[in-house]
């Protein structure tokens, strides 16, 4: 059974930085995506980030030159760095890991950001 598992939320003042993980655990297919979606209270789920087992990168235009996504292939693990934080990016954020067509969710870290 796979499972995901986030750490690194918090909170923290604008312009600030936290670094998020996400951990793999279970039979994960070599071939994936991971990345990172976040939900506001009232919003819908959005794409913040992902990157394909083969280190290709996509970003959501908002995080673009902020964020950055990396991954390591040995453990299934990603990360996201986030700097220059702003109050908007306060959200729940949650791990994908997408092998084929099925996806798998972590339960969520929390960031927020004050002004």
């Known amino acids: 059974q796979v499972q995901l598992v986030e750490s690194g939320g918090g909170l923290v003042q604008a312009g600030e930085s936290l670094r998020l993980s996400c951990a793999t655990s279970?039979?994960?297919?070599?071939?994936?995506?991971m990345g990172w979606y976040r939900q506001a209270p009232g919003k819908q789920r959005e794409l913040v980030a992902t990157?394909?087992?083969?280190?290709?990168?996509n970003y959501a235009d908002s995080v673009k030159g902020r964020f950055t996504i990396s991954r390591d292939n040995a453990k299934n693990a990603v990360y996201l760095q986030m700097n220059s934080l702003k109050p908007e990016d306060t959200a729940g954020y949650y791990c994908?890991?997408?092998?084929?067509?099925?996806?798998?969710w972590g339960q969520g870290t929390q960031v927020t950001v004050s002004s």
């Open positions: 990157i394909t087992s083969g280190l290709t990168t």
């Open positions: 994908l890991l997408r092998v084929g067509l099925q996806d798998y």
């Open positions: 279970g039979s994960i297919f070599i071939i994936n995506t």
